[in-house]
């Protein structure tokens, strides 16, 4: 059985658009592995908080430029506002 020139233009048409829903799924999937790898590496960054994690909550250290005492659980003096890091 020859098809006609109409029914060869629709098969055609209609396996061009199957292969290009399959693109656009495997082109949506790259997309997703993308954001779950950049996600997966910004966590990996070093982050300035943990860095400057306190090793002896209890503890307190005394300002360079004031002399007072400060728990070991903030960065600045509670008297003159000094900025330990």
């Keep these: 059985m020859e ?3 109409a029914q060869s233009f629709e098969t055609g048409a209609v396996i061009g658009e199957i292969i290009l829903f399959l693109l656009l799924i495997v082109l949506i999937a ?5 954001v779950v790898v950049l996600i997966k590496r910004n966590k990996e960054k070093n982050n ?5 994690q306190i090793e002896n909550p209890q503890g307190r250290w005394t300002c360079p430029r004031c002399n007072s005492e400060n728990p070991n659980t903030t960065f600045l003096c509670n008297r003159c506002g000094y900025r330990v890091v």
């Design 30 to 34: 790259l997309i997703a592995y993308l």
């Design 3 to 5: 098809m006609s020139p």
């Design 48 to 52: 300035p908080r943990i860095k400057y």
